[in-house]
């Protein structure tokens, strides 16, 4: 049974810092794309950073980038997002993704199988 369980969200002032775990079971990272979106209240969700399964190419959306880092321990099994200098647009429900196979855009979060329940950020102004 895959499971993804994030944690570290929280309550935060502009411009402060939190780092978002993400620890998988029933799969390995190493075999998958893992990703992560946020969403918020009345919005798609939306994509926010992903390291690819092979070449460790990382990307990262424009709204983050300079910001939040995409990083994983294969050794734990985890998956990591630091976020600096956060703003009120950055409050949302964070989750991570796994994927396997990507048939079009790795941004989409369609093409991504597993899903954790989410970690709750919020950043005051």
């Known amino acids: 049974q895959v499971q993804l369980v994030e944690s570290g969200g929280g309550l935060v002032q502009a411009g402060g810092s939190l780092r978002l775990s993400c620890a998988a079971s029933?799969?390995?990272?190493?075999?998958?794309?893992m990703g992560w979106f946020r969403q918020a209240p009345g919005k798609e969700r939306e994509f926010v950073a992903v390291?690819?399964?092979?070449?460790?190419?990382?990307y990262t959306a424009d709204a983050v980038k300079g910001r939040f880092t995409i990083s994983k321990d294969n050794a734990k099994n985890t998956i990591y997002l630091e976020m600096n200098n956060l703003k009120p647009e950055d409050t949302a429900t964070y989750h991570c993704?796994?994927?396997?196979?990507?048939?079009?855009?790795?941004?989409?979060?369609?093409?991504?199988?597993?899903w954790g329940q989410g970690t709750q950020v919020t950043v005051s102004s």
């Open positions: 993704a796994a994927s396997q196979t990507v048939l079009s855009s790795i941004r989409d979060p369609a093409q991504y199988r597993y």
């Open positions: 029933g799969v390995s990272i190493r075999d998958y794309h």
């Open positions: 390291l690819r399964r092979t070449g460790g190419y990382i």
